[in-house]
Each structure stands twice: as structure tokens, then as C-alpha cells.
């Protein structure tokens, strides 16, 4: 069975958009959610290039937060290594 697992510094990342972006409450729920279609769909995200070439985008659970995963296939296994603001010049996709 596939499983999810979030770094240290996506972990930071998100805790550093929620407080800058002044998000919901629930934002690490509404995060989980969209990660739950990881489960299914490992290679759902686009594939990126450049730098990020070994890594794919999740869009959600809005528009312009992006979620930067490695899917590892031989150990079954999902990575998230960042979350990044799309609208910022940082963005992994601002970088192709």
C-alpha cells in the first residue's frame, strides 16, 4: 500500500504559508485531503523539469498552492518535499 510521506521542510513550508497568508484554521486538513488523491493516483501531478525534473505538482486545495512531490515506485512511497505560493518568483514552477 502506497504511502505519504511529508519532510521536515514541506512541513515548515506550509507552517510558514499559513502564517504569512493568514490561512483557515483548517488548512492542514484541507492539505490532507488533497494529498489523499496521492493514494490512488501517485502520478496524478504534472511532471516538472529543469532543477525539478525528478519531482511532480499537486495543485490544492487552492489554486496558487502547489505541492511538490517525489513518487518513489519501487518502495510504493509519495514524498512531499515543499509547498510553495505559485504566485511568487520561488514557486518550483516559476523555474522550469
Given at each position: 500500500m502506497l504511502s505519504i510521506e511529508v519532510t521536515r521542510l514541506a512541513r515548515e513550508d506550509l507552517r510558514e504559508l499559513i502564517e504569512t497568508r493568514r490561512l483557515p484554521l483548517d488548512t492542514r486538513e484541507r492539505v490532507s485531503r488533497s494529498l489523499l488523491t496521492l493514494?490512488?493516483?501517485p502520478r496524478a501531478g504534472k511532471?516538472?523539469?529543469?532543477?525539478w525534473r525528478d519531482c511532480r505538482v499537486l495543485i490544492g486545495p487552492w489554486g496558487w498552492l502547489i505541492v511538490v512531490y517525489?513518487?518513489?515506485?519501487?518502495?510504493d512511497k509519495v514524498v512531499v518535499i515543499a509547498f510553495h505560493d505559485a504566485?511568487?518568483?520561488e514557486a518550483?514552477?516559476?523555474r522550469l
Open positions: 493514494e490512488e493516483f511532471r516538472l523539469s529543469g532543477v517525489m513518487y518513489i515506485e519501487p518502495e504566485r511568487t518568483s518550483a514552477t516559476a
